[in-house]
């Protein structure tokens, strides 16, 4: 039995000590699966981002496990970490972060580049995901020269270049108007399947949460199901 893209096992994270201390996470678990999309809802303060931070390996919990593809990362150094966040997790922001002195083109082919692919394959696997995505006639534009809905598809498909096993957003469509909003979702969702990635997004869209495979929250430091 193939093991989940990601989960997380009796995680704790916490900040400050003594009575000062905030408990985020408590013996939290969670798993997502292959091509399984989860929507995370919860108040501001609550923990989403402390959660995202842990599964996309940019900080490390107190004690439990974090697997990445069946890869326990307790016991990674540093540039272990680094090297298995780079291999297997796309992030998607709230704000696109494209490269402005770049095309649409060139900021999906960047992340492929930097990793050691070829230019002319780089070149091919951008167009298929702005293709995909329904950006592919905006391959020559330069960030400025598109739309905030269009910059948000760019960046997805530069967080999905190097085929990542997980993909993590945070509010990604939290910029956008309802409609450029449902659009970059069912970008984003269509993504998802074709490449089989387990995908975590934080949001506070209820209706887009609802569209999600499942819905879970923070509670009491715990990861728990949620129902909208």
Known sequence: MNSPHLRLSGVHRHYGEGE?????LDAADMVVESGELVALVAPSGAGKS??????GLLEPPQAGEV????VKTSGLNDRGRTQLRRST??????FHHLLPEFSALENVAMPQLIAGQGPEAAKVRAQELLELLGV???????PAELSGGEQQRVAIARAAANHPRVILADEPTGNLDPETSDRVFQALQSLIRSEGAAALIATHNYDLARRADRIITLRNGQVVAHTL
């Open 136 to 142: 592919g006639h905006r391959g020559d534009h330069r």
């Open 89 to 94: 997790v796309g992030y998607v922001y709230q």
């Open 20 to 24: 000062r201390m905030v408990r985020v």
């Open 67 to 70: 697997e990445i593809v069946g």
């Open 50 to 55: 402390t959660l995202l931070h842990l599964c």
